[in-house]
């Protein structure tokens, strides 16, 4: 039996991260991960037989990955800030928010609203949430606040719109245009099956959507997503972490002894701690617990275009509306009715969803004789529970992907498929992932890109927000508190809690 220091459950990108902290503090470290290769959903693939382009398969942008992480494992990484954050395409024009030209996007405002009000509450609202990430973010990398530590910290206006109410409400006090008030809550919205109105899930997944790395933006990284888990690996290889693929977790022990298959054999080993990066229901499966399983709610698609698609509003150029997010019949009253038909278990008619194309950030993802020639896009839709795919997995899939082009299409002057590249033997490169794919490909219970309902940034107990009931394990993946996305942020709290800082 081999022991170790710490045994981490799971090489996806937060249990690398654990593994890079703890390694280069002098613990010998164990990395078991079941695929071939780690990061979890933060990969880069080439799923299109003969088409020579990275895509970020599931996850895609970057934000909450906090610079001090990057500094601490002194990580080889490039993150490009988009220049524009949103286009919303309405009727035969678009509201175009540009991160460098407030004289512009105070403009396009007005031709959406029909006057300055709504930019001058978006110019507020954001100006508050702003400051919220300002103070907000740091505490991520700190042992858990206290609920009214949090609202002093980050002001009584604050915590009155953003956490005691419905960010819903809140939207709708606010804002009075439709297409305003939808741009807004796509942000509570992302992998996330709730309503608004009622729901302060969507206040979690508001925030940890805007408030991350103290400034909310999300960044291309340069080279795809597998670029970051490719860093991290680096990192923790280069401090002395023990990285071994093909081996799948089949047994843990509250004692710290790790049961995991490799080349048709069973191996034991045991750690002073483990540290899991494995989803709730997986977690409760290995330790022989009846499992909870989650329900994700998007729909993923991703594309090879051989060109931009045209827009209704000529006056905008598709490289700027694509570059940032592309949003797709997402105003609020389109939201609640594609939400109110999806809970009664059909498929949306024109769901929302949005898009970008990565690409035209790093155009490094495409190969030599693309570029020029070719773009990705990807696409993630809304409101596409589980559920909905459950009984007819092919059949739904299908059905769900031509609702989403019809939707695309609704708002462009031309098809989107007439854009679409073909593979050599002239297959459209187009590949879509439900959460029901999701969880026989990724392995992700219900297809729940954050394992599990986002929890918020703070709580009335003590700790880093990764314990367990167990004194050895320790979580160290999205299902701790504080977790989502590709942040790195649990397998850093993970691992200062294991050193004891």
Known sequence: MGVYDVVVAGGGHNGLVAAAYLARAGRRVLVLERYGHVGGLAISAQPFPGIDVRLSRYSYLVSLLPAQIVRDLGLELELRRRRYASYTPTGDTGLLVDNVDAGRTAASFAAVTGD??????????????????????????????????????????????LFARPIGETVAERFRDDTVRGVVLTDALIGTFADPAVDLVANRCFLYHVIGDGTGDWNVPVGGMGAVSGALEAAARRAGAEIRTGAEIVGIAPSGEVTFRSGGREYTVNGSRVLVNLPPAVLDRVMGRPETVPEGAQLKVNMVLARLPRLKDTTVDPRAAFSGTFHINEGRDQLAKAYARAANGEIPELPPAEVYCHSLTDPSILGPELRGKAETMTLFGLHMPARLFRKNPDKSRKVALDATFASINSV??????????????????????????????????????????????????TGWGVETAYERILICGASARRGGGVSGIPGHNAAMAVLGR
């Not at 590949?431 to 709580?459: C, M, Q, R, S």
């Open 412 to 461: 462009l002057a031309e098809p989107i498929e007439d854009c679409l590249l073909r593979t050599p033997e002239g297959t459209p490169c187009v590949e879509v992932k439900t959460p029901v794919d999701l969880e026989k490909d990724a392995g992700l219970p219900g297809g729940h890109i954050f394992h599990t309902n986002l929890t918020w940034p703070y709580a009335e107990d």
């Open 116 to 161: 300055r009000r709504d930019h001058e509450a978006w110019q507020d609202f954001y100006g508050m949430v702003a400051e919220v990430a300002r103070v907000l973010a740091p505490t991520l990398l700190e042992p858990l606040r206290k609920p009214a530590q949090i609202e002093r910290l980050v002001g009584a206006r604050a915590w009155r719109d």
